[in-house]
């Protein structure tokens, strides 16, 4: 998605990303980025919140209007009542085992499909 | 309070790590550059026609390439199960957590911006680096038609 962004604005359409893979989108390096500290699948704010949806995007907007500057971020402050344990719980490397199992079983499917 | 960590999560380090637990031993590359290409508004955000662009898709079986669908009214919902969001800290049930179509609605009828554009667009995440940017030029045309004064793009 930055790299869609960045040819967004190379072609003369502003951008805004709101997203929540801070160190992924700072990399590509983007026009406008406004940063979300939640899971991975709530960029905008916690599934069911509307009214925080919708003042994080407000937040977001108004940032990006008044960006001067490519590279430009901002960290939008945000409440998340969901389980807090949810940096640690993210592809979690617990259970090597079962992961090891995982990637086997993935390599022989896909070399499956190809014979 | 102190930390030898930081408190967000580098999603580089822990797909890195994660996959290589599965065995893949060359880890993806990630593209890097050290500036940004910058196009300043040219007017204020509350005559900007605004475009949403998302990594969903329509439906789990949708051919995997880049779409358009009407803004309004707002899907019910859309296929998310493919993708690498948190299933288990959250969910996709609400499409105003990850494509806020109703809600830059609200925000045109308040003044807030100036329209929501008629149409969103949808850009599935790939590893080829260069088939995303030929499928970035297939979006951009559709946001150019629909004259999008701000595309804001919302990655799950």
Redesign the interface.
Same mark, same amino acid.
């Given at each position: 998605m930055s790299l869609t962004a960045r040819h967004l604005e190379a072609e003369g359409i502003p951008t805004l990303i709101i997203g929540s893979a801070r160190d992924i989108v700072d990399e590509i390096a983007v026009p406008r980025f406004a940063f979300t500290d939640l899971p991975l699948g709530n960029p905008v704010g916690p599934s069911g919140d509307a009214e925080q949806q919708r003042r994080i995007l407000t937040a977001a907007l108004r940032f990006a209007e008044a960006a001067v500057l490519p590279q430009s971020s901002v960290v939008i402050p945000v409440e998340w009542t969901g389980p807090q344990d949810w940096r640690e719980t993210y592809m979690s490397l617990d259970d090597t085992e079962a992961l090891a199992a995982a990637g086997a079983e993935r390599r022989a499917n896909q070399a499956a499909k190809k014979t | 309070m102190t930390k030898a960590h930081r408190?967000?999560?580098?999603?580089?380090?822990?797909?890195r790590?994660?996959?290589a637990?599965?065995?893949?031993d060359a880890p993806y590359r990630?593209?890097? &550059?050290?500036? =940004?290409?910058?196009?300043?508004?040219t007017k204020?955000?509350s005559q900007?026609r605004?475009g949403l662009?998302t +990594?969903a898709s329509l439906s789990p079986d949708a051919p995997l390439s880049p779409y358009t669908a009407r803004s309004q009214p707002a899907p019910a919902s859309l296929a998310?199960e493919h993708?690498?969001?948190?299933?288990?800290?959250?969910?996709?049930?609400?499409l105003?957590?990850?494509?806020?179509l109703d &809600?830059?609605a =609200?925000?045109a009828a308040d003044g807030?911006?100036g329209s929501l554009a008629p149409r969103f667009a949808g850009?599935p +995440?790939i590893y080829s680096?260069r088939r995303?940017?030929k499928?970035?030029?297939t979006?951009?045309e559709a946001?150019?038609d629909d004259g999008?004064?701000?595309?804001?793009?919302?990655?799950?």
């Open positions: - | 408190t967000f999560v580098s999603y580089i380090d822990k797909s790590e994660y996959y637990a599965q065995g893949y990630w593209a890097t &550059h050290t500036n =940004a290409p910058f196009t300043p508004f204020p955000l900007c605004v662009v +990594t998310t993708l690498s969001w948190h299933k288990g800290a959250t969910d996709t049930d609400d105003g957590a990850y494509l806020p &809600h830059l =609200a925000l807030v911006i850009i +995440t680096q995303t940017n499928w970035a030029e979006i951009r946001l150019a999008v004064d701000l595309a804001v793009l919302t990655p799950l």
